[in-house]
């Protein structure tokens, strides 16, 4: 069983050294993208088994927009051309194992085949209707995305003016195609481990059907339905299993919106009872005493 493990990163290099080595192991491979805009690659460990994306392909990542398909696709390709891996996992450098490397690779090694990758409630799954289809429903000028104050503002005037969250007007309802077919959009986590037949047919797909980066472009997080919607048009549909990542997403004082809870030491129980091999996110600064705790863990 061979691991290529995917990491998007912008800040915390003595996290992402451990994260590192907690993990090294004669069958895995780490592969590096860091956003543009960081200059952190000289505090990072340089190894045998560690590969960075060539700073001409870094891209200058901002939340929400395609620019982390774009950045995750180069990351993907990168390491499927340095060799075949039976898996390519994504990670971001706040994630921390909670596992060691040879309960990962013996986990896989009795998953083999499978593509784990989850997807959250919505019209097209689970029959839910979310505020997820609003990110797709209608076409979203690219000079609108992103965190900043005066795009947030008119981003949502114009969800407001379409109809809401939850509705949209049919005369600005965007349908979406594919070569003539409407597209069927899923959501879920970007942070997906998906086998090699998965990520060739993925790779084909994108290269026959380049629309699909302008659908991403002109919608809201597309990272967050970027694997799942693509996945579902596959043949590997039926190898879907759950995600191998701990994330919590429970309400507490100073958490930021539409982003999960940094943990810290209090959540150690309820991470390593997870039953995830993974979890996310974590800072140092915030609470080492976590990290610490995981690779005590690693060591019993």
Excluded at 41 to 53: C, D, T, Y
Aim: aromatic share 16%; charged share 20%; proline share 4%.
């Amino acid at each position: 069983m061979k691991l290529a493990i995917l990491i998007l990163c912008h800040k915390n290099p003595e996290q992402i050294n451990l994260f590192l080595d907690e993990l090294n192991n004669n069958d895995i491979e780490f592969f590096i993208h860091i956003d543009a805009k960081s200059n952190i690659e000289n505090k990072i460990m340089k190894r045998a088994n560690v590969h960075f994306l060539p700073e001409e392909q870094r891209v200058n990542m901002r939340w929400g927009t395609s620019s982390m398909i774009m950045a995750t696709v180069r990351l993907l390709k990168y390491a499927k051309a340095f060799r075949k891996f039976d898996y390519y996992w994504l990670c971001s450098g706040q994630d921390f194992p909670i596992e060691n490397s040879e309960n990962i690779i013996n986990y896989l090694s009795q998953n083999a085949g499978n593509n784990f990758i989850n997807f959250w409630k919505s019209s097209n799954y689970n029959g839910n209707i979310q505020s997820y289809e609003k990110r797709t429903a209608i076409y979203y000028p690219e000079c609108i995305m992103g965190r900043q104050l005066m795009p947030r503002i008119i981003k949502r005037l114009l969800v407001e003016i379409t109809g809401g969250y939850l509705h949209t007007f049919k005369i600005f309802n965007k349908e979406w195609k594919l070569k003539g077919k409407s597209v069927k959009f899923y959501y879920g986590s970007q942070w997906v481990c998906i086998t090699d037949g998965f990520l060739e047919w993925l790779l084909n797909f994108l290269n026959t059907n380049p629309d699909f980066f302008y659908i991403c472009k002109h919608s809201v997080i597309p990272d967050e339905f970027f694997f799942q919607t693509v996945f579902m048009m596959s043949p590997f549909k039926g190898t879907q299993h759950n995600f191998l990542h701990y994330v919590n997403w429970d309400n507490r004082p100073g958490k930021p919106r539409n982003s999960p809870n940094t943990l810290v030491l209090s959540d150690y129980n309820n991470i390593i009872n997870s039953g995830y091999l993974m979890a996310r996110k974590f800072d140092l600064n915030v609470d080492s005493k976590v990290v610490k705790a995981l690779m005590d863990k690693h060591r019993t």
